[in-house]
């Protein structure tokens, strides 16, 4: 779903919303969280491969959308309907979470 890097995951997703739907409260989260300035450079003190399927900053994105969908860990996202949007399985998570340099 992600054709670009740049993309922001909270914008893609905020797509899939209608405004007069019944999902309200998921419209206000993702206008908040579109509305972060977030840098990789600042976050992690470093950038995404280039040759990576999501940046850092994306997998971040991705985690905080778990608790609206209500997935509980990187395992049950593969059976989740957020997994069908995005192209990554859960060891993209596991790699993200067991980096020992982010706190």
């Known amino acids: 779903m992600l054709s670009d890097k740049g993309t922001n ?56 959308l778990f608790p609206c969908f209500m997935i509980r860990n990187a395992y049950n996202y593969g059976k989740s309907s957020l997994c069908g949007l995005f192209d990554c399985r859960k060891d993209v998570f596991y790699r993200f979470i067991s980096n020992e340099s982010y706190d």
């Open 9 to 64: 995951i909270f914008s893609e997703i905020g797509k899939f919303f209608k405004e007069n739907d019944a999902t309200s409260a998921m419209n206000a989260i993702i206008d908040m969280t579109k509305a972060l300035r977030l840098s990789e450079k600042r976050l992690f003190s470093s950038e995404s491969r280039c040759n990576c399927k999501l940046t850092q900053l994306q997998v971040l994105g991705l985690l905080m």
